[in-house]
């Protein structure tokens, strides 16, 4: 077990979720925005993301404003499954580790997104396994739109860690951008980065057998 650990946060995308950013954008550039790329990326926003990740602004506006981008007509209907189109799957190893996990730890789950992606991973979570929403499997979830901040602000781990009521020393942050890696340890959150290629099961939890 890890030590001095008694609780541990877990990103969605990239972490629990595979997902693939360069097919949002491919997506995009086909629907008419040819410099989304520029707008999006997972290192670097503009404001109309980072505003509809803390849910200031509601989908339509979202959607109005990237129709606006737009050099052609573009429907709701494309934009939305463009946007989607980054997330893949729930691979059920991870699934099966956050039960294994959930019996010595408290979990809980930290991401960065937005109403439409909720809507759709839950889809995805439903029809792949039968399982409505990610709450199952966390004693709280915090997702930045519904809190109203994001990472790597250090006030949204703060929420969190008061909130749960939570000992940064003896919690666990996984996350794989690095910019929301350093927002926790500002607070002295112990930390692990998932870099390129790492996932939960076969680098961070592979003694932990199914």
Do not use: C
Not at 25 to 54: P, R, V
Not at 168 to 197: M, N, R, V
């Amino acid at each position: 077990m890890l030590q001095g650990i008694r609780h541990i946060i877990f990103d969605l995308g990239g972490v629990l979720l595979n997902i693939d950013y360069k097919l949002t954008e491919e997506a995009f550039q086909k629907a008419g925005i040819k410099d989304f790329k520029e707008l999006y990326s997972q290192l670097h926003q503009t404001d109309l993301f980072d505003q509809f990740e803390m849910g200031f602004i509601p989908k339509e506006e979202f959607i109005a404003r990237l129709q606006q981008a737009a050099s052609n007509s573009i429907s709701e209907s494309q934009i939305t499954d463009a946007w989607n189109a980054m997330l893949l799957d729930f691979p059920l190893r991870r699934l099966q580790l956050l039960q294994q996990l959930h019996l010595h730890y408290d979990l809980f789950l930290l991401s960065n997104t937005n109403e439409i992606h909720e809507e759709a991973f839950n889809r995805i979570l439903m029809q792949s396994h039968g399982i409505p929403n990610m709450g199952v499997f966390f004693d709280k979830v915090y997702f930045s739109h519904r809190v109203g901040l994001r990472k790597p602000m250090k006030e949204i781990f703060e929420r969190v860690l008061h909130d749960s009521g939570l000992s940064p020393e003896h919690t666990l942050f996984i996350d794989d951008s690095p910019q929301h890696i350093e927002g926790a340890k500002l607070l002295g959150i112990q930390t692990i980065h998932l870099t390129k290629g790492m996932t939960i099961e076969a680098d961070v939890f592979k003694r932990i057998q199914p």
